[in-house]
């Protein structure tokens, strides 16, 4: 019996130091993407409207849950409701907006990452009259 216990408690910390190693593996196939482009480009100055604003994320994100919206600086939305992910290439968001006035406006985004993870963040550009 004693014996038993003896290799029993050997046992649970031979499973606590796998647990522990495995906890502190990093999973390098499962990143969490995050954005890395954008048109327009973050805090870029514009002096006419763009027909669409796009964004790209590092790695292909999930077809669920995925929204893009364009926010002018009081708070409307004036995107045209419309965005798309591009099917032949999984990282790229894009939404139509229509004639947009001198602003500075605000992008919002989210996506699911194949890690499970939702990715959100925002950034903006401006249009400034010519
Ligand atoms: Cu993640």
Redesign the pocket.
Known sequence: MTHYQTNHKKYTLFSGIILLAALALPSPS????KMVRSSPAENAVLTESPKQVDVWFDDKVGTEYKALAVIDSKGKRVDNKDMEQEASDLTHFYVTVPLLAPDTYTVRYRAV?I???I?TGKYQFTIKAP
């Open positions: 499962f990143a969490h993407a990452s890690d499970t993870h990715v």
